[in-house]
């Protein structure tokens, strides 16, 4: 399965953003996801065995309880494969970071009125 595929899903990138918090135990995802999709526990459980087959979480037993937590590796991939469509929104983000700029420097030439503050070498 295409790691898009997989991350296409709402529910599956609801249970990566709980588990970006931290390892968590798959009852206490089962229980946040249960509550905000309201699906089967069955279903949760395809979810996470989705996640875990396709390499976006990994599992451990802790005593009954079975422990899951984010793999990167996968992730990297998704990352490395938008690298060649990043400059589409860096363009923005970088025209943003100019207009913020010029807002703040022009905030800082005014006065309270929106006038050009008093030159003081001028007579009053």
Same mark, same amino acid.
Request: charged share 30%; glycine share 8%.
């Given at each position: 399965?295409?790691? %898009? ?14 588990? =970006?918090?931290?390892?968590?135990? @798959? +009852?206490?995802?089962? =229980? ?10 069955? @279903? ?10 396709? +390499?976006?979480?990994?599992?451990? @037993? ?12 996968? %992730? ?21 970071? /100019?207009?913020?700029?010029?807002? =703040?420097? =022009?905030?800082?030439? /005014?006065?309270?009125? +929106?006038?050009?503050? @008093? ?6």
């Amino acid at each position: 399965m295409h790691a %898009l595929d997989v991350l296409g899903d709402p529910v599956r990138r609801r249970v990566l953003e709980l588990l =970006a918090e931290g390892e968590q135990s @798959a +009852g206490a995802v089962t =229980a946040v996801v249960r509550e905000e999709f309201g699906i089967s526990q069955p @279903a949760v459980s395809q979810h996470l065995r989705v996640l875990r087959e396709t +390499g976006f979480t990994t599992v451990r @037993a802790d005593g009954a309880r079975r422990l899951y937590a984010v793999d990167p590796t996968r %992730l990297r991939e998704v990352d490395r494969w938008l690298d060649r469509f990043r400059r589409f929104w860096e363009q923005r983000l970088d025209a943003l970071g /100019t207009e913020l700029a010029r807002g =703040a420097r =022009a905030r800082r030439t /005014t006065t309270p009125a +929106g006038r050009p503050p @008093a030159d003081p070498q001028e007579d009053p």
